[in-house]
Nanobody
Framework: QVHMVESGGGLVQTGGSLRLSCAASGRPFSTFPMGWFRQAPGKEREFVAVINESGGTTIYSDSVKGRATISRDSAKSTVVLQMNRLKPEETAVYYC??????????????????WGQGTQVTVSS
């Protein structure tokens, strides 16, 4: 299994930035892809960004492309999601996830097996 703990969430104003961190443990860090997903109240969990096991490939949702950056630090076993120019509609609980390596990096919730507890991000109007 992979155990993950998210941190860095909080309250920001529209146009502000946040840096979310995810500390992973339980398996060698560089052997599995990871991603960030978010879930707003009453809505389904949705894809934000994913990164492959080596960190050489990333995929972003259309809604955050150009405003978000996902990266991983193997020395610290940590994945980071930097979000800029945040919008009120991006208020949600943000979850870190880990999955199995595939030929193609996946973006679906169903493609990830382990999840962190989530960290709340609130963007005020």
């Amino acid at each position: 299994q992979v155990h993950m703990v998210e941190s860095g969430g909080g309250l920001v104003q529209t146009g502000g930035s946040l840096r979310l961190s995810c500390a992973a443990s339980g398996r060698p860090f560089s052997t599995f892809p990871m991603g960030w997903f978010r879930q707003a109240p009453g809505k389904e969990r949705e894809f934000v960004a994913v990164i492959n096991e080596s960190g050489g490939t990333t995929i972003y949702s259309d809604s955050v492309k150009g405003r978000a950056t996902i990266s991983r630090d193997s020395a610290k076993s940590t994945v980071v999601l930097q979000m800029n120019r945040l919008k009120p509609e991006e208020t949600a609980v943000y979850y870190c996830a880990a999955g199995a390596p595939r030929v193609k990096l996946r973006t679906g919730v169903e493609d990830y097996d382990f999840w962190g507890q989530g960290t709340q991000v609130t963007v005020s109007s």
